[in-house]
């Protein structure tokens, strides 16, 4: 008999050698849908080892039927999808929404994960419509308009990227890096531009949730490298845009502000808040910073969460403080096929493949004093349970079966989705295949998009843990330092008198949203009832902040 061991790995090695092979009817498109090339110096040849230009041959773009049986009637010109070959054997896809108003700029939006696909905000967030009820555990499909569509502003792409993310399929090697996944995207911007030349001239936007946050400061980082070798024709990079997103180095901080965040959005009781509280929490993680203090002979306040996670093994206080905030998963272990498709450092290892819901520990003073384990991605909320990867606390049934449904599919992607690929909310082996290789420039690729005059407003919900605001105050404001020699904030956590009122109209009534701080080109906001997926839980609010603050249409 196999074992459990083996039968994943075999599993995963048929499952990904019909994935990874190139679709008959694909080939077809490939051959009758050449991309055409403009005269503008932009779309020079991309590097002819990794990108061939002759073997850019784009996939046409399908017409796409009406969506009956949902609440909104959509007409076959709303969605533009198409795949465009980054490589001889790498297919992209993406979806374009196009602006309900002329001579818009183009946004290109990427989900996080990292390994999610970017076509579910679509119908999570900003796109025009909405799915109903999205993680409930059922196949009951409603679209309804969404009255906070960005297209009402704004030409949209949603990007399935890197390789194999979504409905991208191919079968090249997985992205090893977010620098390689960075090569692939700028070769599918030109490629996009070859195809859509109007956009050309246009401000271009890149925007994205969560990990995205990585891939926005690589890309933009890539971009200004292009456009230092290409200076009379730059692509047009105005703005950046980053719900919940991973802008920085979250250990390069005080502990302290996981704790600000835990006591203030009423987590633990007044006593765990408390000094001088035998084994509450503040008493603590007040005995570990002390101990590390005293140890490296610095002040307390120069002890970083990363010198707690360095002490765990000396210190019985800063492993017990640990404990108490590191949020806890399932995992199960599969054996990476020992295939060239994956980085070396991967191929045919066993590793944990993390699944189900993440917990804070059972013994955990949160835990102990809610009386349960809160959705750490919105504290608000109480975890659902969800069976495979991510491991987080959304059910992710209805999503996956509503963008593989056959009819949702043909809509989508109508004949040029191979009928091989079947679509994933995050493929686990992306996000394995890009952790082989270390988040480089994160911080620093803002400062030089800020230094550089683009635009950047950064939003956090003020209900995440996973992305806690206190923490991302600290990093922003250090961004805008070393960018503009200007803080954000003149102390932290910020005061209230540094932060101003952002209120938004929502129906008829104009409410309270949240807080931010502007300095030059950059804005930092944190809003009210707000988890990490903020487009979806306040939408008004960051349609507000990109429309006004981005694009600058003043009201």
């Keep these: 008999m196999l074992s459990v ?3 994943i790995s075999l599993t995963l090695t048929s499952l990904l050698l019909l ?12 051959a009758s849908h050449d991309s055409k090339a403009t005269p503008n110096t932009l779309l020079e040849k991309v590097d002819l080892e990794e990108h061939p230009v002759s073997a850019h041959k784009a996939l046409g773009v399908a017409s796409m039927p009406s969506f009956q049986g949902s609440k909104v009637t959509l007409n076959s010109d709303e969605l533009e999808p198409g795949y465009l070959q980054v490589t001889n054997k790498d297919n992209l896809f993406y979806l ?11 946004v290109i939006y990427f989900a996080g994960g990292p ?27 409603k679209l309804t308009k969404n009255t906070w569509s960005w297209n009402k502003i704004a030409n949209l792409v949603y990007l399935d990227q890197p390789r194999y993310v979504g409905f991208s399929y191919g079968e090249g090697a997985y992205s090893a890096s977010t620098q390689a996944a960075g090569h692939d995207f700028l070769a599918w911007l030109r490629l996009f531009y070859q195809r859509y030349p109007e956009f050309i001239r246009r401000p271009l936007y890149l925007s994205g949730e969560s990990f995205a946050g990585v891939y926005i400061g690589e890309y933009a980082h890539q971009v200004l490298q292009y456009n230092r070798q290409h200076p009379q024709n ?4 105005s703005g950046l845009l980053v719900q919940s997103g991973k802008i920085g180095d979250e250990s390069d901080v005080s502990p302290y502000y996981q704790l600000f965040f835990l006591c203030t959005q009423g987590m633990l009781s ?14 603590i993680l007040d005995g570990c910073v002390d101990n590390i203090a005293n140890s490296k002979h610095i002040p307390p306040n120069e002890v970083k969460i990363s010198d707690l996670t360095s002490a765990r093994n000396l210190s019985k206080l800063c492993r017990q403080y640990l404990e108490e905030v590191e949020l806890h998963y399932k995992a199960t272990y599969i054996t990476i096929p020992n295939l060239p498709i994956f980085p070396e450092k991967i191929r045919g290892q066993t590793v944990p493949k993390p699944i189900g819901t993440v917990e804070f520990s059972k013994t955990s003073q949160v835990r102990r004093f809610l009386g349960y384990s809160p959705n750490p991605y919105n504290v608000r909320l109480t975890c659902k349970p969800n069976v495979d990867y991510p491991p987080w606390c959304y059910d992710n049934y209805k999503i996956n079966h509503f963008f593989n449904d056959k009819f949702v599919n043909f809509w989508l992607g109508r004949d040029i989705i191979p009928s091989h690929v079947t679509w994933q ?23 030089e998009a800020l230094r550089n005059g683009i635009k950047a407003i950064f939003i956090y919900g003020k209900n995440d843990w996973v992305m806690n ?10 961004i805008a330092y070393q960018a503009y020699g200007i803080p954000l904030f003149s102390q932290l956590p910020a005061s209230p008198s540094e932060l101003k009122s952002l209120t938004v109209i929502d129906g008829h009534e104009r409410r309270y949203a949240g807080e931010y701080q502007t300095v030059l080109n950059f804005t930092f906001a944190q809003i009210d009832g707000a988890g990490h997926m903020v487009g979806m839980d306040r939408p008004a609010a960051v349609y507000k902040l990109f429309d006004e603050f981005l694009l600058g249409n003043s009201k």
């Design 469 to 478: 605001y206190f923490v991302t105050q600290v990093i922003s404001n250090r």
């Design 115 to 141: 390994g999610a696909s970017s076509i579910a905000p679509a119908f999570l967030e900003n796109g025009p419509w909405n799915l109903n009820n999205p993680f409930h555990h059922e196949k009951n499909y």
């Design 425 to 447: 909310f995050a493929n686990f082996l992306v996000a394995a295949s890009l952790e082989t290789s270390p988040i480089i420039g994160l911080s620093d690729y803002y400062i």
């Design 96 to 106: 374009l929404v196009r602006a309900k108003i002329s001579n818009a700029p183009l």
């Design 5 to 7: 061991h083996n039968m």
């Design 234 to 237: 730059p692509i047009n990079l």
């Design 270 to 283: 007044t006593n765990a808040c408390q000094l001088k509280q035998r084994d509450n929490l503040r008493s």
């Design 19 to 30: 994935t990874s092979s190139c679709h008959p009817e694909a080939r077809k498109l490939f």
